[in-house]
């Protein structure tokens, strides 16, 4: 098969990272409702218990796979790749990097174990997954797609969040180069607001950190995270549904020669334009947020 010559999902193998809610479940489900046979992992049993509970035969869950913890990569791809062999499976069609969290919280005051947690996943784990897949993706003419958000703007307090997809999109822009002579093409899928659980917490994330810095340092930012996070409540009303993203990926997948790059959701089309703009005015703007 040639770069870029996907256009059926009959039997199509996919691994989609962090299925135990949000867009990474969404997005398993849609895919195996849709004719691919999907591995979907997660770090708990009880989420492998629930995806079997679905009752649908093409929806594999894989468990356990904490991406922060790289020794489970390996026996996830070992259980994958005799799967495929089971079913008689030439390589692997679609590796879909979806996993990863994070919390809201000015730079000063950012917990460091939970950054450094976010970073083995989100940056080192996506890469070791990468690494670890490519062999069967080369062996299909596989698609990699690399769920983020808009990582190229500085907003304010999510930089947790945003420094890792940051890191992402390098990753992934170099990667499509030094994979120019192969079959395997990298699609980002950038997602504005998308209503998650994770994303539906920042009032009590804002007031649990607020607890957890001195008095005297909270003064500083109490005021203007109190009200980012009643900013980010009309937000969150706004948020678009997963499934739109799961539309996205099939879409991605479907199509004959994907775009590098789709935004999808609230907000994504606005953050892309943001990019545009010189550096300084794209600080004045987000500034006023603040």
């Known amino acids: 098969m040639m770069k870029g010559q996907m256009n059926s999902s009959d039997g199509k193998a996919v691994v989609v990272t962090g299925c135990s809610s949000g867009i990474g479940r969404q997005v398993a489900v849609t895919l195996a409702e849709n004719g ?8 708990k049993e009880s989420d492998a ?8 035969p093409s929806l594999v869950p894989v468990c356990p796979l904490d991406l922060a913890n790289l020794e489970h990569i390996d026996n996830a791809l070992s259980s994958i790749s005799a799967e495929l062999r089971k079913r008689q499976k030439n390589g692997l069609d679609v590796l879909i990097n979806n996993a990863g ?3 809201p919280a000015p730079v000063e005051w950012i917990d460091l174990q939970e950054f450094h947690r976010e970073l083995k996943a989100r940056v080192l784990g996506s890469t070791a997954m990468a690494q670890a ?4 993706l080369r062996e ?15 907003t304010p307090y999510v930089s947790m969040i945003h420094a890792c997809d940051f890191a992402v999109n390098c990753i992934v822009r170099t990667l499509d180069i ?4 192969s079959p395997v093409s990298n699609i980002m899928i950038r997602c504005g607001g998308i209503r998650t659980p994770a ?7 804002v007031e649990a950190l607020l607890q957890k810095i001195p008095p005297e340092r909270a003064v500083l930012y109490e005021k203007a995270l109190r009200e980012w996070a009643l900013e980010m409540e009309k937000f969150d009303r706004k948020r678009t549904a997963p499934d739109k993203v799961a539309a996205v990926v099939l879409k991605a997948l479907l199509v004959r020669k994907p775009r590098r790059r789709y935004s999808v959701g609230y ?3 606005a953050a892309a334009l943001l990019e545009k703009f010189p550096q300084p005015v794209t600080n004045w703007i987000l500034r006023k947020r603040v």
Not at 133 to 136: E, G, I, S, T
Not at 199 to 205: A, E, F, H, S
């Open 101 to 103: 969290g994070g919390a």
């Open 140 to 154: 299909a003419g596989g698609r990699i797609i690399w769920i983020m958000t808009p990582a190229l703007i500085p």
């Open 199 to 205: 994303g539906l917490r920042t009032v009590q994330d």
């Open 49 to 56: 218990e629930t995806l079997k509970s679905l009752g649908l």
């Open 36 to 43: 691919f046979l999907v591995f979907a992992t997660v770090r």
């Open 267 to 269: 907000m994504s089309r």
């Open 178 to 181: 030094e994979l120019k002579s």
């Open 133 to 136: 897949f490519l062999p069967l």
